[in-house]
């Protein structure tokens, strides 16, 4: 969990150098791609070394408040991360971006300080597999888990389609740039 938060980390390190180097959509390409492969890299991973730290301290019936207050301050580090860039884009489109990748080189950095929780399972991989089978069988049969599967997809993805396609919105409304993190 720990390496592969670490790799992650990296790739999305590299992806914001990229982004915040890029002159064109096809300089753009390679560094979506590395973000990609980090936020794959690190989803999950990061829930898994904290269950399995929790675990270690026989804390594990904590894990979902830990895990619920790690969304929330996400969220609130996202709303005040929006009024910033937005701020930061004022004065030149590029400046968001680069303190995005000075943030995410201090996460590589705190990814590098992260061990590993002592005792933790190490499972086979037809553990795994066996696993992951049950994982899909229980979000595709059980009717809670399935709706609400599709209830985040949906959410999730009406959230960026208005994050996304409001800015044309903000432009053609000649909204100045510094009030869109705000709105």
């Known amino acids: 969990r720990r390496k592969t938060l670490i790799i992650g980390m990296v790739f999305v390190f590299i992806g914001y150098i990229i982004y915040s180097s890029a ?12 973000l990609a492969l980090g936020f794959s890299f690190i989803s999950g991973s990061d829930s898994a070394i904290l269950y399995d730290s929790l675990l270690s ?6 894990y979902v408040k830990y895990e619920g207050r790690i969304s929330g301050l996400g969220n609130f580090s996202e709303a005040i991360a929006a009024i910033i860039g937005g701020g930061l884009a004022y004065f030149s489109l590029r400046y968001p971006y680069y303190v995005a990748t000075v943030i995410m080189f201090i996460n590589v950095l705190i990814a590098l300080s992260l061990t590993e929780p002592p005792n933790r399972q190490n499972l086979s991989r037809n553990e795994n597999l066996s696993n992951l089978t049950h994982a899909f069988q229980i979000s595709f049969r059980d009717d ?11 959410a999730g ?25 705000v709105l």
Do not use: H, R
């Open 144 to 154: 809670k888990v399935k709706w609400y599967i599709l209830f985040s997809c949906i």
């Open 23 to 34: 002159y064109s959509f096809f300089q753009f390409i390679p560094g979506e791609i590395c």
């Open 57 to 62: 301290m026989k804390q594990e019936k904590d």
């Open 157 to 181: 993805t009406a959230t960026l389609l208005m994050a996304w396609f409001v800015q044309n919105y903000f432009e053609l409304a000649q909204i100045p740039i510094v009030y869109y993190g």
